[in-house]
């Protein structure tokens, strides 16, 4: 007969860590969170093979007293939440007391902290769950965390680490999106011992947008502000030609923390989509604060996802705070004449995207079916050809505007591509070197 029995509470840590620690990038995240609600002004993460040799989070911020230490490693111990109705008003980044619980049991596992009102640091290790004693150590003010070997003792979820380089990009990224909600605070990272980028404190967003998206992109970026009652929204948009295919760059944030719903990311789609192809996304940085109690951040153990008490105020006000702001901004009212110029100048950027020329394109064709000629697109009917660019015709419940310019790029752009997969494409260095801006975990 099977027998039931308690499981012991390491092994009841290595089970939760597999809803907090996913991988390195995922301990970066949950360490540099508990700095920041340390109240750290300066915060270094170095990693070495993607932290899946280690990572080392060290900050400034109020440190743990020698008395406590043991407990920080305890899982459900939090100085953040004393009672039930404190659930109501989160206003920290953490909150369940799981995280440094699930580490130190996945990992080799160590901390020093020195808060200002101790004459001296202490030192606690933990080995995959095994709990040493508290000792005096040499240290400076705050909190050094290193966490080595993550899952080695688990060789069921080391199996699922990928390649260095891609773990630290991972990493690079919780980074990224932690520091640019956090512009008050100084961030250093380091890879293999390599600067991979530093951000001084400062009061402006601007500056992180440039360390982040590139100097350029941060440039002609605009602002939009709005504060109403019950919510307020700050935001930097990134012109329409440096859209991407994918999300990487919409950096959500709600009351600090960064999110990823699909739902605001719906209500930002809609509020670009008459300026950027349906089929991209904008770089952008959208911050929304919000009364802590009007807002759910239980929903998931990685806290990415959230519930709104107003849904349909949130979602509105992002979509027509959007809309308004893009529809004045000076690069959404150039002309359509000179929009086209740089349509055939930019008609494919290096990394063989193709850029805001495409916004035509994407709206009236069907990308699964490559357009190999003119005639494919235009058929035989006949088209209302308008200030030499656009063609007009009634099509089944409206009408479809074809630029003839951004029709001949994308004739251009499918013949390459066939050229591509047949392997015969012919190659020429560029005359004048291309640059190319990229976020440091793309270079990765
Ligand atoms: P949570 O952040 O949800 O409270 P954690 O397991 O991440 O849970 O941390 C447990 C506790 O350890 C925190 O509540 C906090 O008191 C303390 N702690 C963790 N990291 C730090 C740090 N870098 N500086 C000061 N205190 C920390
Ligand atoms: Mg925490």
């Not at 911020?61 to 939090?78: N, P, R, W, Y």
């Not at 909600?181 to 293999?192: P, R, V």
């Not at 702001?325 to 740089?342: K, V």
């Not at 063989?352 to 916004?359: A, E, V």
Request: net charge neutral.
């Amino acid at each position: 007969m099977p027998i039931i029995k308690k499981l012991n509470s390491t092994v009841i840590d290595q089970i939760a860590a597999g809803e907090v620690v996913e991988r390195p990038a995922s301990v970066v995240k949950e360490m540099v969170e508990n700095a920041i609600d340390a109240g750290a002004t300066e915060i270094e993460v170095w990693i070495e093979d993607g932290g899946i040799r280690s990572i080392e989070v060290i900050d400034n911020g109020c440190g743990i007293s020698k008395d406590q230490l043991h407990l920080s490693v305890e899982s459900h111990a939090t100085s953040k939440l004393g009672k039930s109705e404190d659930l109501e008003a989160i206003a920290s980044l953490g909150f369940r007391g799981e995280a440094l619980a699930s580490i130190a049991a996945v990992s080799r596992f160590s901390i020093t902290s020195w808060p200002k009102e101790q004459n001296r640091a202490a030192s606690l290790k933990v080995t995959f769950g095994k709990k040493g004693d508290v000792l005096d150590a040499a240290g400076a003010y705050g909190t050094h965390i290193k966490v080595e070997d993550i899952f080695a003792e688990l060789p069921a979820r080391r199996k699922f680490l990928k390649k260095p380089g891609t773990e630290a990009s991972h990493a690079i990224s919780w980074a990224e999106r932690l520091a640019l909600a956090h512009i008050g605070i100084g961030f250093k990272f380091y890879s293999n011992k390599k600067m991979v980028f530093q951000c001084a404190a400062s009061d402006s967003v601007d500056q992180r947008c440039a360390v982040f998206f590139g100097e350029k992109v941060a440039r002609d970026m605009v602002f939009l502000k709005k504060k109403m009652p019950t919510i307020s929204l700050e935001a930097k948009i990134g012109p329409p030609e440096t859209a991407r295919r994918n999300a990487k760059h919409v950096h959500l944030y709600l009351n600090g923390r960064w999110v990823r719903d699909a739902r605001l990311l719906r209500a930002v789609r809609e509020g670009v989509r008459e300026f950027i192809p349906h089929q991209f996304y904008p770089v952008l940085f959208l911050s929304l604060e919000v009364p802590p109690s009007s807002v759910d951040v239980n929903v998931h153990p990685q806290k990415s996802e959230v519930r709104f008490r107003e849904e349909g105020l949130v979602f509105g006000s992002i979509v027509r705070l959007l809309r308004k702001t893009l529809s004045e901004a000076s690069w959404a009212t150039r002309t359509a004449g000179s929009i086209g110029q740089e349509m055939k100048s930019n008609a494919v950027n290096t990394m063989g995207q193709p850029t805001f020329i495409s916004q035509q394109q994407v709206l009236h064709s069907d990308s699964a079916k490559p357009i190999t000629s003119f005639e494919d697109t235009l058929g035989t009917q006949n088209f209302l050809a308008v200030r030499n660019t656009f063609l007009f015709r009634e099509v089944e419940g409206g009408v479809e505007i074809i630029d003839q310019h951004a029709l001949h790029e994308r004739v251009n752009l499918e013949e390459l591509r066939k050229e591509i997969k047949e392997g015969d494409i012919l190659l020429q260095p560029l005359l004048v070197p291309s640059l190319v801006e990229l976020s440091r975990a793309e270079v990765l």
